[in-house]
């Protein structure tokens, strides 16, 4: 069961370690991860919001390797650069991963979970007659096991029979300082791409965010500096029918035009100041990524040039419109409780009100390195946003 592991770093984010207290922690143990270097690219765009960069040359095939981290100060963006190296790292799947596995079609095995209830593309194969693998997985409600597909829980996903049920993807992988802090941010992940998949499908005109009402420094802070760069920054809530506050940040670059430069940031806590602050600085993290051109997934980028600045706008005209309805930040009311046991259970509260009784987790926890991670899967969440192949009920209907 989880353990009362109270929140004691509030500045921008809920941890239980102060940043620089995780990195001093995690640091001496970045080469057994493979990872090489972590540079700081703040200095490549003009905002001046820090994002740093992880370089782990030797990862799997069909993983990138170079992983980008953001926060409010410095050592906010390393441990972040870090820790999602470290992320990645574990859910690679390795040689004594094979011994947890069983394989055997759905309607043969004791307490799997329906493949189907994960969302599957069209022609998807058939679970009930085709061999797949499972792995073990925990309810985080119930502290009861049940089998997931190990197609949900390793990235890159490689079966040992060829049997894929869809793309293998990072959603809802999270490390944390303890198992409770991974478990509740792997949760807020999966709850943010539900609310970004509904969003992204329907285009309803969501509602502006209004932070001028808010007290918060971090946050005014951040706004100051996009100001200040000519860069146009638009706060929106996502928030869909799960209570859980997730916002989407939106950027233009006024000055440069460059459409590659039209980016986007998601966040999603408990308390709306969190998410939004997440959603901000995601946005640096993407543009100093662009400018950065290192990782191998910014192909986006030559296609966005190419299409022009005014047409991409028109395209995405559902992010970068006008919206008349708007909210005020102070008016979202903060959910967030004193222990990352308490924000889990708010979690499975409000995810329970609209029908999603299960949340799963299993623990990739690697004993060399030591830090916990893990992969949640909710299942029903949409994932529209990271494979458009699949789409759930809730989008259909």
């Known amino acids: 069961m989880f353990k009362e592991i109270p929140v004691k770093y509030f500045g921008g984010t809920h941890r239980c370690r102060d940043p620089q207290e995780t990195i001093d922690k995690v640091e001496g143990k970045l080469r057994i991860a493979g990872v090489t270097r972590i540079a700081e690219i703040t200095h490549l765009d003009r905002i001046g919001i820090p994002v740093y960069s992880a370089i782990r040359p030797g990862a799997a095939e069909g993983a990138v390797s170079i992983y980008a981290g953001k926060g409010v100060t410095q050592p906010q963006a390393k441990a972040s650069a870090m820790m999602e190296a470290f992320e990645r790292y574990s859910a690679e799947k390795q040689e004594s991963d094979e011994e947890k596995i069983v394989t055997g079609p759905f309607n043969e095995m004791d307490g799997c979970v329906d493949p189907a209830s994960l969302i599957l593309p069209a022609g998807a194969l058939n679970a009930d007659k085709t061999d797949i693998d499972w792995v073990v997985a925990v309810n985080a409600g119930n502290d009861e096991e049940c089998l997931l597909p190990a197609n949900a829980v390793y990235h890159p996903y490689q079966p040992r029979n060829g049997n894929f049920l869809f793309k293998s993807s990072t959603n809802g992988l999270a490390s944390g300082n303890v198992m409770e802090e991974a478990v509740f941010h792997g949760i807020t992940e999966v709850v943010e791409r539900d609310a970004w998949s509904i969003f992204e499908a329907r285009r309803q005109p969501p509602r502006e965010v209004d932070c001028n009402t808010t007290e918060n420094p971090l946050i005014q802070e951040v706004l100051k500096k996009f100001q200040e760069a000519g860069v146009d920054v638009k706060l929106v809530e996502l928030t869909a029918d799960v209570e859980i506050p997730t916002m989407a940040a939106v950027s233009d670059d006024t000055v440069l035009k460059d459409p590659a ?12 100041e969190v998410a939004a602050l997440r959603a901000l600085t995601e946005v640096a993290q993407s543009r100093a990524t662009q400018i950065h051109g290192t990782r191998e997934d910014t192909t986006r980028a030559v296609f966005m040039r190419k299409a022009g600045y005014q047409r991409m706008k028109r395209i995405n005209r559902h992010w970068f419109g006008e919206f008349e309805d708007r909210v005020d930040l102070s008016d979202i009311e903060n959910k967030a409780r004193k222990t990352f046991k308490d924000d889990i259970e ?28 893990v992969r949640v899967v909710i299942p029903g969440m949409e994932v529209y946003s990271v494979d458009t192949q699949r789409v759930g009920k809730r989008l259909r209907q």
């Open 261 to 272: 430069l039209l980016t986007l940031g998601v966040g999603t806590h408990l308390d709306p």
């Open 346 to 373: 708010t979690s499975l509260k409000l995810l329970s009100k609209c029908s999603f009784d299960d949340v799963f987790y299993t623990d990739l926890t690697r004993p060399e390195i030591d830090i916990p991670v």
